[in-house]
Structures are given as structure tokens and as C-alpha cells.
């Protein structure tokens, strides 16, 4: 066998040794739990007042759709409306997640929340409820980051 042959054989074998396989893709349970956790770990962010941690969790192009208001655009606008927000007010805030739908590295959830946000200056508390959609979108690392935001609220305010 010509040594050219030898040569080519040895590295169609060095290389094939070398291929990376893909991890496998997580179940959609596995996908399900990572989400549930990063929205206890955003949840708490905003009820602690955690600007740093709700930071870290958003992408840099996250948006949030806010009714009758312009939209917050990336992730500097979005710190600064929550930073704003948290030097103001608290928040205690729920999610009741009615649909998660995951297709590959992006998923949606649908569902209702309620916010009680009470003023730090002293005014009677307010409480708002309503509907969300959110858009998740998995990271490089396999992590997932809220990506789009969105919600209406039902009209109900209460004090």
C-alpha cells in the first residue's frame, strides 16, 4: 500500500475519532423544570427588588410590551424602568403559568398574574391583575433567558 494511501487512511481514522457528537437534547419535563426555576429565580428578583439578578436574567434585546406605553427596548432601558420602578415602589407579584409550549431553543408561556406594588413615600397600596405571554430563548449554555414580555392587565385595580 503506497504510503500516500497509509497516510490518508490514518487521518480519515484520526478524524472521525475526533468528531463531537451533540449533547442531547434535554426532554421537554427537563426543558419544563429549567423554565419553572429561572421564573422562581426572576419572580423573587422582583419581589426582592433585585435589579442586579433581574438583570442578568433578561437577553441584551429583551423587550417588554407594556399596554398603552412604548415599548422597552434592550436590556440597559429595561434595567433603567426597573431600577426606577424599584426605587419606588415594592412588589409582591404572582405567576400562574396556564401554557407552556417549547419548540427547540425558544418557548413561549401563557398565563395570569396578579401585583400589589405598594408606594415607599407612604400611598395605599395597588393591586393589578391580568394576563402574560413571555418568550424564552436557551442560551449557548443551555440556560434559559427571557427574550419578549408582554401582558394586559383586567381592568381591576385595587387598593
Known sequence: MPKSTLLALFLAATLAGCQRTAPPKPSFAEDLAAITAF?????????????????????????????????????AANDAANGGAFERFDFDESWTPEETVIDGDLA????????????????DKRVVSG???RIYRRQPNGQWRMTRDMFNTDGTQRN
Do not use: E, M, W
Request: no cysteine; net charge positive.
Open 39 to 75: 421564573n422562581a429565580k426572576y419572580l423573587g428578583s422582583i419581589n426582592a427588588g433585585d435589579i442586579k439578578t433581574l438583570s442578568a436574567l433578561t437577553d441584551d434585546d429583551h423587550i417588554i410590551l407594556i399596554p398603552n406605553r412604548a415599548p422597552i427596548v434592550g436590556k
Open 131 to 133: 394576563a402574560f405571554l
Open 108 to 123: 413561549y408561556q401563557r398565563g395570569t398574574f396578579t401585583t400589589s406594588s405598594t408606594p415607599k413615600a407612604g400611598a
